[in-house]
């Protein structure tokens, strides 16, 4: 029997996916009012939904074989590696520009695809161009606008940058694997997989939060309050929501979600924290948003 969740995202795909651009689209902005380091709010994002997905398996009744089990796991410890370049990344360009740089994955998956040998479409090579022009606006290290305003909506964009992309380079490298789970075996099922991969995000985040000395936010209320949020949002609404809407949706459709999410942060941080962009950083989300959707579409 399917999930709840996938189950109403797969009967209603536009209202599920909309749902889910929504949940995951604050993940940022409740990673920051919590207060926790990077390695603390990607524990917290592990731990509390892993008792959610875990019931919500259960009622799939799949049984995945010890080997994809183990995948998924690994698959999880390069999720906590993307969540904790994200998180520090945050401060550095701002909680909406933030989520901006991690969509890069698309190149990531397209040079492994190219790599063993797949056809690499040749749109998606011509949009790389556009990828680095984008890049290079969100970091201001070209800025067209330079002088005209005086804004910037994190502490240092250049780094923050080089931070998305480690980002966008683990989360491309857990989307190769999970994929490869998902085609391999009919007998997993996606909640089985986020359980699992669960598992693995707690274990690599559980470490660097103990050698960093804390696996607790300096406030526990309402740090703790934010962190249990963000994680029933992002990790038990939102993704599983998106990921089972997005094959009943026409391409466009999920093109048009794809941009709206990050535009949602970027409302929220220049409502909640005051983060306004500069112009030229701007330009750059628009464009890296379009050598992206170029890239990925079908």
Known sequence: MPAAPLGFATRHPRLGAALGALAISQSS?????????????????????LPFLWLIARREGHTANRRDRF??????????LDLQC????????????????????????GIYAALTGE????RAIAAIPFAFLGLALLARVVDPFAGALNVSAGSDPALGVLWGLGAASFYGLYLVITRR?????????????????????????????????????????????????????SQVLGYPLINASIPH????????????QPLMTVVAGALIFGEIPAPGQL????????????????
């Open 249 to 260: 949706l026409p391409s466009v459709v999920g093109s048009v979600l794809l941009f709206v």
């Open 283 to 298: 330009l750059g989300a628009l464009i890296l948003f379009s050598g992206v959707l170029v890239a990925a579409r079908r």
């Open 86 to 109: 994200f998180h520090i990344s945050i401060p550095l360009l701002g909680v909406g520009l933030a989520t901006v740089v991690p969509n890069a994955q698309v190149f990531i998956v």
């Open 71 to 80: 995948l998924a796991v690994g698959a999880g410890a390069l999720f906590a």
């Open 181 to 233: 789970i998902s085609s391999g075996s009919s007998a997993v099922g996606p909640f089985g997989m986020l359980r699992d991969a669960a598992i693995g995000t707690i274990l690599v985040s559980g470490l660097i939060a103990a050698a960093g000395g804390t696996l607790l936010p300096p406030d526990l209320w309402p740090g703790v309050g934010y962190l249990v949020l963000l994680a029933l949002m």
């Open 119 to 122: 056809r690499t479409p040749g």
């Open 29 to 49: 902005t409740l990673a920051k009012l919590s207060g926790g380091t990077p390695a603390v709010v990607t524990l917290f994002r592990g731990a509390i939904s």
